[in-house]
């Protein structure tokens, strides 16, 4: 734990920590220490936690007194934690790149110069790291993509991306866990459900787990689909440690 | 069993927020008033976490085939049973057959609706509030049937009880608000405006969020995505400001210049396109 943070109320009922803000891998596991640290210590306080890039909210119950917890939680910062070894796991994701699931991979690849096999190779190659899950239930917010896929969004955002639309927006890739309207450029579509309310936990991921997408053909596609539909699909996945 | 002859503009069924599930990307949800949405289920002896139709704007029509007691606070929209004016923020007797119809409010856009024993809908992620992709339905339709808990009909004691409100939280212009993570990073100049300007709300305005007409030389830089929450202020690089409601993203990308307090929320929710606002910040305690 060496970095520089700031503490500040946020509301009546919620404290806001930043850390530097760049968007990296260490922040991203100082973050989920801190984050451990603070439930273990205040759990009867906290109603929520939520993390992003470079910053860590929680969420406290309405009795509680915020601008009180602050020097206690900077001192919990300071005090000398278990160092226990976090696992995630690397999901194998199936991904469609074939035009009719990503109606803009073509464009894409034309715009950049690239051909349809070079566009898949690029974005199939990274090891994606998850930081976070906002914007929409689910929704993952991805490191890794190679910069030469970086676009600009669409001019005119659509008003219905589908459900499983692998995407590319500024520098960033992700999937779209339901449909939505959305500005990103889709190349391609998982079969998969990034969001499920019966499940026990809504979503699969969590952050530090890491993606790696795996292309697939259309017959594939629609056979993963057929076995997540009747539950009895198992995504592939493997663990590691931060 | 309650049959929904028409459904209004924006009829759904909330509870006081899906709490938890932030982490995964869920909205908080929730009534947008909550100060009114507590007085309703009081009044019929309800926790504040039993479900309760929030009524937007254009009321809905309501057939009522059981005995059950209602209350109905918030935004005035003289409600009626069987062509009979009945009080608001009064528990009242409703015998089974009855039609509620609702006028045109004259105060106030959101009404709550209240039963007791609270509406019966499922349970999804610990809350009954609607949202899309979330509960099956994300607004009441025509020929909806919704069901409430089954309850002992109380004593005459229960259905006498009624409250006086505070027209203030209809008529107030004044947003009582604290500083937002960002408000520190504004010159001096946009403060100043901020803070001594009055700004009209525009028809983009909905339980995600309510958007301000646009102030001319306001602006903020964007900010790597982090959390936001219910009543935050944003303030865009084209100088929109968007003041986050109960249905809003999780994290956000737009500079967090402001935040509500929960009152303030709630006085918000009471407001339509077209009026005035201004904020003022809160001292604080400290």
């Known amino acids: ?242 | 069993m309650i049959e929904v002859i028409a459904a209004g503009m924006f009829t759904t069924i909330q509870d006081s927020g899906r709490y938890g599930y932030r982490k995964w990307g869920v909205p908080l949800s929730g009534v947008m008033d909550q100060r009114s949405a507590r007085l309703a289920n009081h009044l019929v002896n309800n926790t504040n976490d039993e479900a309760i139709m929030e009524i937007t704007m254009t009321a809905p029509i309501l057939k009522f085939n059981v005995d059950t007691v209602i209350a109905i606070t918030g935004a005035g929209f003289s409600p009626s049973v069987n062509g009979q004016k009945i009080s608001m923020n009064k528990a009242v007797q409703i015998p089974k057959g009855s039609v509620i119809k609702f006028g045109k409010p004259s105060y106030g856009v959101r009404a709550y609706l209240s039963a007791l024993g609270g509406f019966s809908v499922p349970k999804i992620l610990d809350s009954y509030s609607f949202y899309p992709n979330i509960t099956e339905n994300f607004h009441i339709k025509k020929g909806n049937i919704l069901s409430i808990n089954t309850s002992e009909i109380p004593t005459t004691d229960l259905a006498n009880s009624s409250v006086k409100i505070s027209k203030a939280h209809f008529e107030s212009p004044i947003i009582t608000v604290d500083k937002g993570p960002e408000f520190n990073l504004l010159s001096r100049g946009v403060r100043e405006k901020l803070l001594h300007q009055s700004f009209e709300i525009s028809n983009d305005s909905n339980r995600m969020g309510y958007r301000l007409s646009a102030a001319e030389n306001i602006a903020a830089a964007e900010i790597i995505t982090s959390s936001v929450q219910p009543g935050t202020v944003q303030l865009t690089p084209s100088g929109q400001i968007i003041i986050l409601m109960r249905d809003c993203q999780t994290t956000g990308g737009y500079a967090r210049i402001l935040q509500l307090t929960d009152e303030a929320i709630n006085i918000l929710a009471q407001k339509r396109a077209g009026e005035s606002v201004r904020f003022v910040l809160r001292k604080l305690p400290f």
């Open chain 1, 1 to 242: 734990m060496s970095f520089s943070l700031t503490y500040q109320p946020f509301g009546a009922h919620a404290v806001l920590i930043c850390w530097p803000n760049i968007i990296d891998s260490d922040v991203r596991k100082d973050i989920q220490i801190f984050e451990a640290k603070i439930l273990n210590k205040f759990s009867e306080h906290i109603l929520e936690t939520v993390i992003a890039y470079s910053s860590l909210i929680l969420f406290f119950h309405e009795d509680a007194v915020v601008c009180d917890l602050i020097s206690p939680l900077k001192d919990l910062y300071i005090a000398p934690g278990e160092n226990q070894k976090k696992e995630y796991h690397i999901w194998k994701i199936p991904v469609c790149y074939k035009p009719q699931f990503g109606m803009d991979i073509e464009g894409l690849a034309k715009e950049k110069g690239y051909t349809l096999p070079e566009v898949i190779a690029m974005h199939t190659a990274p090891l994606y790291e998850v930081y976070f899950i906002g914007f929409l239930p689910g929704f993952p917010y991805l490191g890794g993509l190679d910069s030469r896929l970086a676009t600009t969004r669409l001019e005119i955002p659509r008003m219905a991306v589908p459900k499983g639309a692998v995407a590319i927006g500024g520098n960033q890739t992700g999937v779209y866990p339901s449909e939505s309207p959305g500005g990103w450029h889709i190349i391609g579509n998982t079969p998969l459900s990034f969001f499920d309310i019966n499940a026990s936990v809504p979503s699969f991921l969590t952050a530090g787990d890491k993606l790696k997408f795996i292309p697939i053909n259309e017959k594939e596609y629609h056979q993963i689909a057929a076995l997540q539909k009747e539950n009895s699909y198992e995504i592939e996945s493997e663990m590691y440690h931060d």
